[in-house]
């Protein structure tokens, strides 16, 4: 076993988030000759041996995601991610891991995210049912991830990832509504047969309406990893508290064109924390039940400020 930084696999995890993206092969991390287990559900040892793009990190990774967030008590008022997504043309597919939107626009025209003093241009939007994050251990219906690269780091690529859950409502999901008639649908799963089904809707699509109502001064962040296989750590991770709506018949659409249904959906469970820290609780609750009155107490967070954290790369 050899040890090093964060940085020693970042090439490899900036070229699988763009191969997400445009659908080219993965050069730097090559899957096993034979690929004969499907993604999901999630198990660390086939992620490590025998799945599409499967590597030990999936396994033995001590940087990994999802994780659960503890539900804050008093949340840090933060400044809000300053958000620039620009209303553009738009590429609408299923890869048959999930759907996803990627941006048409090139380079910084795509749109920016600003937070924690961190600039990342966006680069695609998708999604996971039911949710890889967990809040007190409690599972939300559906997951958004839009992912971004950080500026500055086209050699060895670093990336945040807006996230969002949802919840349940009575009211429509308005970015969503823009096209849940157009998704595209899959029958092959990922795994021994990659499949590929692109969407004939192009947009434009305003991406600033996928976090319409939602507050985004208040969020936890963490230091992560790509959460399908090959798992690398090169990712920040920016989850909002504040929740978006979806209908039933939203989420029942978008579970149909993403597929999985017959094992639980596309989601990868929380992983170990590690030690790593998680920033975004002034206080956390902590449900105390004493007889016939139950109440929260609460406790200070551990210090906020995100850890380096070394991996072992076996």
């Known amino acids: 076993m050899k040890f090093g930084c964060r940085s020693h696999l970042r090439g490899a995890a900036g070229l699988l988030a763009l191969s997400v993206l445009t659908l080219s092969t993965v050069q730097a991390v090559r899957p096993p000759a034979h690929a004969s287990h499907p993604w999901y559900p999630y198990s660390a040892r086939h992620w490590a041996t025998d799945v599409h793009n499967a590597h030990n990190v999936c396994q033995h990774g001590t940087v990994q995601s999802p994780i659960n967030f503890a539900q804050c008590a008093v949340p840090i008022s933060r400044s809000p991610a300053e958000i620039s997504w620009a209303k553009q043309k738009v590429v609408l597919v299923n890869n048959g891991h999930t759907v996803q939107i990627t941006a048409a626009n090139s380079g910084a025209s795509r749109g920016k995210m600003v937070i924690d003093g961190k600039s990342y ?178 406790k200070t967070c551990v210090d906020q400020t995100p850890a380096i954290v070394l991996q072992a790369v076996i």
């Not at 994050?133 to 086209?154: N, R």
């Not at 149909?256 to 956390?284: D, H, K, M």
């Open 121 to 298: 241009t966006l680069v695609q939007c998708h999604w996971h049912y039911a949710s890889e994050h967990t809040v007190d251990e409690i599972q939300y219906p559906l997951e958004l991830h839009c992912v971004h690269q950080l500026d500055g780091t086209d050699e060895a690529p670093l990336y945040g990832v807006f996230a969002m859950l949802y919840e349940l409502s009575d009211s429509p999901n308005l970015f969503l509504s823009r096209f849940e008639d157009q998704l595209p649908h899959c029958n092959q799963r990922r795994g021994t047969k990659p499949c590929l089904n692109i969407s004939s809707f192009k947009g434009p699509l305003d991406f600033n309406d996928i976090y319409k109502g939602v507050d985004l001064h208040h969020f936890w962040n963490y230091e992560g990893s790509f959460t399908i296989p090959p798992c690398l750590e090169a990712v920040t991770f920016y989850m909002m508290m504040d929740k978006a709506p979806i209908t039933q018949a939203q989420l029942d659409g978008l579970k149909e064109a993403i597929g999985w249904e017959g094992v639980g959906g596309n989601f990868r469970p929380p992983q170990p924390l590690q030690g790593r820290t998680v920033s975004g609780c002034r206080s956390v609750a902590t449900p105390v039940i004493v007889a016939n009155a139950p109440h929260v107490k609460t």
